[in-house]
């Protein structure tokens, strides 16, 4: 998929994965702890909605995104 003239990478997890977890899957955070810190701090989103919840299931087809000062990247839950 592609958003403007980017592809979205998709990430297969073949079923549902916790979005902490999925965080950690997909490279978009170092470790659980910094994929904790990323969710408190709001720079996580799900579909476009902030995401505060780490525990939140994730089933296929979301969109994630991480806005930090050094990195906006989007990739699709497959």
């Given at each position: ?25 997909a490279g978009l955070a170092e470790s659980g702890a910094h994929a904790r ?36 990247q989007t990739v699709r839950v497959g």
């Amino acid at each position: 998929m592609e958003i403007g003239r980017r592809e979205i990478p998709i990430v297969p997890v073949g079923g549902t994965i916790r979005l902490g977890q999925f965080l950690k899957f997909a490279g978009l955070a170092e470790s659980g702890a910094h994929a904790r810190e990323l969710i408190t701090s709001g720079d996580v989103q799900v579909d476009g909605e902030i995401e505060t919840q780490r525990g939140r299931q994730l089933h296929g087809g979301e969109m994630v995104t991480v806005i930090t000062e050094t990195l906006e990247q989007t990739v699709r839950v497959g």
